[in-house]
């Protein structure tokens, strides 16, 4: 995760270094903040929704999150929330969006290259559908604020969110103490 992390910033910088793009603001405000944490909660929702009703994003989204949140202790859940939520916002929607254009455009080529980066293997393709459609969203909200606040508090939010409550679900429960007489 710090490698991917890690890698993905220095692919911005790579790509800003070749073509210096303009890069978008972090407004720090109270709304804008409120924002970014509405629709954290809003794509969380949103991909429970999917996640009863789409039965091949279920077993997709769980691979994925089993690959990913397995290996990791709870207090890792942090890092996953921050460092994730802010290389690849940097990356997708801080760069590569404007360097493809503000409009239509960049946000499709974007939020594709996002979903793509979270394909671990053939059958993945229903989470990449679903990382494509908060990729555009995620975008969006950049496009209509110019704020790359918004999307990262977002990203950090669904991330935390989803993964605790994945990891709540899937860990095991605690071994009951022996009853002494």
Same mark, same amino acid.
């Given at each position: 995760?710090?490698?991917?992390?890690?890698l993905?910033?220095?692919?911005?910088?790579?790509w800003?270094?070749?073509?210096?793009?303009p890069t978008l603001?972090?407004?720090?405000?109270?709304?804008?903040?409120?924002?970014?944490?509405?629709?954290?909660?809003? =794509?969380t929702l949103?991909?429970?929704v999917v996640?009863q009703?789409?039965?091949?994003?279920?077993?997709?989204?769980?691979?994925? *999150?089993?690959?990913?949140?397995? !290996?990791?202790?709870? !207090?890792? *859940? =942090?890092?996953?929330?921050?460092? !994730?939520?802010? /290389?690849e916002e940097?990356?997708?929607?801080?760069?590569?969006?404007p360097?493809?254009?503000?409009?239509?455009?960049?946000?499709?080529? #974007? #939020? =594709?290259?996002?979903?793509?980066?979270h394909? /671990?293997?053939?059958?993945?393709?229903p989470y990449?559908?679903w990382?494509?459609?908060?990729g555009m969203?995620l975008?969006?909200s950049?496009i209509?604020?110019?704020?790359l606040?918004?999307?990262v508090?977002?990203?950090?939010?669904?991330?935390?969110?989803?993964s605790?409550t994945w990891?709540f679900?899937h /860990?095991?429960?605690? !071994?009951?103490?022996?009853?002494?007489?």
């Amino acid at each position: 995760m710090g490698v991917t992390a890690v890698l993905l910033l220095v692919a911005a910088k790579i790509w800003r270094y070749f073509d210096p793009v303009p890069t978008l603001p972090f407004v720090w405000d109270v709304t804008q903040v409120t924002i970014g944490i509405g629709l954290g909660f809003g =794509i969380t929702l949103a991909s429970a929704v999917v996640y009863q009703l789409w039965p091949k994003y279920r077993e997709s989204a769980d691979l994925y *999150l089993k690959l990913i949140l397995s !290996p990791l202790f709870w !207090p890792d *859940l =942090i890092w996953l929330g921050l460092l !994730p939520g802010l /290389s690849e916002e940097l990356l997708f929607r801080g760069v590569m969006l404007p360097a493809f254009g503000l409009n239509i455009v960049g946000l499709i080529i #974007s #939020s =594709i290259c996002f979903g793509v980066l979270h394909m /671990s293997g053939r059958n993945q393709w229903p989470y990449v559908v679903w990382a494509t459609a908060v990729g555009m969203l995620l975008g969006y909200s950049v496009i209509l604020t110019g704020n790359l606040l918004i999307p990262v508090i977002a990203h950090i939010v669904t991330n935390l969110i989803s993964s605790i409550t994945w990891k709540f679900r899937h /860990s095991d429960p605690p !071994p009951l103490e022996k009853v002494q007489n």
